[in-house]
């Protein structure tokens, strides 16, 4: 099963599109399924249901971080090196899609939401192009680090 059906399968069995995509990936970098779920929960709805980035897209910046991010505060070029694999991710996103905002994707005129989740029925699926979304960032992902030979342990 490809990196992106699992994480359709997750978003329809409830989860939120940032935890659908990031789970999938963080087993491969240590982190368990619990935590992944967990540190990814705020970024669903666009970040808490506020309709920024698209939870997908954080996932996929957050998995980038796990493969190839930076933890030294004393060189400016590895973090531009970072930035420019995020902006990168991000184009590539904005060009199957059109932006990385979730209210845009989405169609949405407020700029946030209710905090309030919406009922999983099958007419919020049909509605929601998320499954697709979270599949393209997933495509994305999987092709840049199989490009970049980014290994995954």
Same mark, same amino acid.
């Given at each position: 099963m490809t990196n992106a059906q699992k994480a359709r399968d997750l978003f329809k069995s409830g989860y939120n599109c940032a935890q659908a995509v990031f789970s999938v990936y963080a087993q491969h +970098?240590?982190?368990?399924t619990k935590t992944a779920l967990k540190l990814s929960s705020s970024f669903g709805g666009g970040m808490g249901r506020l309709r920024e980035v698209c939870g997908a897209v954080s996932a996929m910046f957050m998995v980038a971080g796990l493969a190839q991010g930076y933890y030294s505060n #004393? &060189?400016?070029e590895e973090k531009k !090196?970072? +930035?420019e694999r995020i902006q990168y991710l991000a184009k590539e996103f904005e060009k199957l899609n059109g932006s990385i905002i979730c209210r845009e994707l989405l169609g949405l005129t407020e700029k946030k939401d209710s905090p309030t989740p919406s009922e999983r029925t099958p007419e919020y699926y049909k509605k929601r192009p998320c499954?697709?979304?979270i *599949? #393209? !960032?997933c495509n994305i992902l999987d092709d840049y680090l *199989? $490009? &970049? $030979?980014v290994m995954q342990n």
């Open positions: +970098y240590g982190i368990d #004393d &060189n400016p !090196a970072h +930035y499954e697709e979304l *599949a #393209d !960032a *199989a $490009k &970049n $030979k």
